[in-house]
C-alpha cells in the first residue's frame, strides 16, 4: 500500500510549536495517523519557508481536507470584571481557526485539560479535552471514533459536492461554448450570398 492509498484524509494542524508541547503535540498526531489522516501544513513544523507565517498559512489550510486545532496552555487570561482567571491558546492557532473558518473547513479541537478554548470554537465544532494519560484517552476514545469518523464524512461530502459543481461547471461552459459557435455559424450564414 502507497502513503497515498493508505491515508483517507488530510489534517491541517494548527498548534503550538513551542517544545513543552511537543508531547501533547505528538498524541494528536499519533490519534491522527491511527484514523488514517495524514497531518500536514503546519507552518514552522511540516512546511518550513521563508514566506510571512500569515500568508503561509492561507495558503496552506485550503490544501487539506479539515483543520485539527491543538489547544494548550499558553497565555493567563483574567477577566476584569468578574476576576475570573482561565489559560489560553496561541493567538495563532486562533487566527488559524479563524481562516479554517472562512475557508470552509470542518474544524476538530482536541485541547489539553485546563486549556480554555474561548466562546468561538465551540460554536462552530465539537471538541474533545484529553489529559494525556492512557486511562483517559481509552475512556474517550469512542468520542474521538465518533468525532473523527464524523468528520470524514464531511470531507466527502464536500469533495461530492465540488466533483458535482465542477462538472455542472463544465457542462455550463460546453453549452456556451457551442451556443457561441452556433451564433458565429449562424452570422457567416447570413454573410454568404443566397443561390
Known amino acids: 500500500m502507497t502513503e497515498q492509498q493508505s491515508y483517507l484524509a488530510t489534517a491541517f494542524v494548527s498548534c503550538s510549536l513551542r517544545h513543552e508541547d511537543k508531547p501533547f503535540i505528538n498524541l494528536i498526531e499519533r490519534i491522527l495517523i491511527q484514523h488514517r489522516i495524514k497531518p500536514i ?11 510571512n507565517p500569515a500568508e503561509h498559512m492561507r495558503q496552506n489550510i485550503p490544501l487539506a ?15 476584569l470584571h ?3 482567571i482561565t489559560y489560553g491558546f496561541s493567538e495563532m ?5 479563524g481562516m479554517a473558518f472562512m475557508a470552509g473547513k470542518p474544524v476538530v479541537v482536541f485541547a489539553q485539560e485546563g486549556t ?12 474533545i479535552v484529553i489529559n494525556g494519560e492512557q486511562k483517559d484517552l481509552i475512556k474517550k476514545w469512542e468520542s474521538i471514533n465518533t468525532l473523527l469518523n464524523n468528520t470524514y464524512r464531511i470531507v466527502i461530502k464536500n469533495k461530492e459536492d465540488e466533483s458535482s459543481k465542477a462538472f455542472g461547471n463544465l457542462i455550463m461552459k460546453s453549452i456556451a461554448i457551442y451556443g457561441g459557435y452556433k451564433i458565429m455559424e449562424s452570422l457567416f450564414d447570413e454573410d454568404k450570398p443566397n443561390k
Open 82 to 84: 468578574t476576576g475570573n
Open 65 to 79: 481536507d479539515f483543520v485539527v486545532i491543538v489547544a494548550t496552555t499558553r497565555y493567563i487570561q483574567q477577566d
Open 41 to 51: 501544513g503546519t507552518v514552522g513544523l511540516y512546511d518550513v519557508s521563508p514566506l
Open 116 to 127: 480554555y478554548i474561548g466562546g468561538f470554537l465551540p460554536n462552530i465544532t465539537e471538541y
Open 93 to 97: 492557532v486562533h487566527v488559524e481557526t
